[in-house]
């Protein structure tokens, strides 16, 4: 993830169109497709979603808020909640009714967020960074009405996009990543791999 952009650069047109066409080969429970994709290109657009979703904090923008506010490009993907239970009430699924209670986790947001997992490896497959964030849930009326999103659609997060600026600034250096041993369970939960295939 990159939190800091080179804003002389522009994201060429042609790789945004690339990135909305990865997104929406996402796989889809029932392919009901239940997502949608807000582009924020301009410089006004991406004013208004930094002035929408920022809450006011009285003093300076953070060093994390500066480098992200230099990103040429916001995508926010959206899920509909509505897309996939009427798309389950439909003959083909068996189901006659729309009730949540149904899904055992909500795939309108998984499915979402395969979007957004395509797209931000198409981001790295151009050469650019990005940067997936989450929009506070006290800023979300606010960015509903700066663009128009109507409430069938919930935003699951945005994908600051770029390229990214020469130091590379990141919130998380030094972390490193969790090894395969840590997260992989084997047969069983704890179950650990033994080097050869199980």
Same mark, same amino acid.
């Given at each position: 993830?990159?939190?800091?952009?080179?804003?002389?650069?522009?994201?060429?047109?042609?790789? $945004?169109d690339r990135l909305l066409d990865l997104a929406i080969r996402a796989p889809s429970a029932g392919f009901s497709q239940g997502w949608a994709f807000l582009v924020l290109s301009g410089a006004g657009d991406r004013?208004?979603?930094?002035?929408?979703?920022?809450?006011?904090?009285?003093? /300076?923008?953070?060093? =994390?808020?500066?480098?992200? %506010?230099?990103?040429?490009?916001?995508?926010? /993907?959206?899920?509909?909640?509505?897309?996939?239970?009427?798309?389950?009430?439909? /003959?083909?699924?068996?189901?006659?009714? !729309?009730?949540?209670? %149904?899904? /055992?986790?909500?795939?309108?947001? $998984?499915?979402?967020?395969?979007? &957004?997992?395509?797209?931000?490896?198409? $981001?790295?497959?151009?050469?650019?960074?990005?940067?997936?964030?989450?929009?506070?849930?006290?800023?979300? +009326?606010?960015?509903?009405?700066?663009?128009?999103?109507?409430?069938?659609?919930?935003?699951?997060? +945005?994908? +600051?996009? @770029?390229?990214?600026?020469?130091?590379?600034? &990141?919130?998380?250096? @030094?972390?490193? %990543?969790?090894?395969?041993?840590? $997260?992989?369970? =084997?047969? !069983?939960?704890?179950?650990? =791999?033994?080097?050869?295939?199980?």
């Amino acid at each position: 993830m990159v939190r800091n952009f080179d804003p002389d650069q522009p994201v060429p047109p042609s790789v $945004v169109d690339r990135l909305l066409d990865l997104a929406i080969r996402a796989p889809s429970a029932g392919f009901s497709q239940g997502w949608a994709f807000l582009v924020l290109s301009g410089a006004g657009d991406r004013d208004r979603f930094w002035a929408a979703t920022t809450p006011p904090s009285g003093g /300076p923008p953070s060093s =994390w808020l500066e480098g992200m %506010r230099r990103a040429p490009l916001i995508l926010v /993907p959206h899920a509909s909640r509505e897309v996939y239970l009427d798309r389950y009430a439909e /003959p083909d699924k068996g189901w006659t009714d !729309r009730d949540e209670a %149904r899904w /055992p986790v909500p795939y309108w947001y $998984v499915d979402a967020g395969f979007a &957004s997992m395509l797209m931000l490896l198409g $981001v790295v497959d151009a050469g650019l960074g990005a940067c997936f964030f989450g929009i506070p849930p006290e800023s979300v +009326a606010t960015y509903r009405g700066a663009f128009g999103v109507p409430d069938e659609y919930t935003p699951i997060g +945005a994908l +600051a996009i @770029g390229y990214p600026a020469p130091d590379h600034r &990141s919130g998380s250096l @030094g972390r490193g %990543r969790r090894p395969v041993t840590e $997260v992989a369970h =084997w047969g !069983r939960w704890g179950g650990r =791999w033994g080097g050869s295939a199980p």
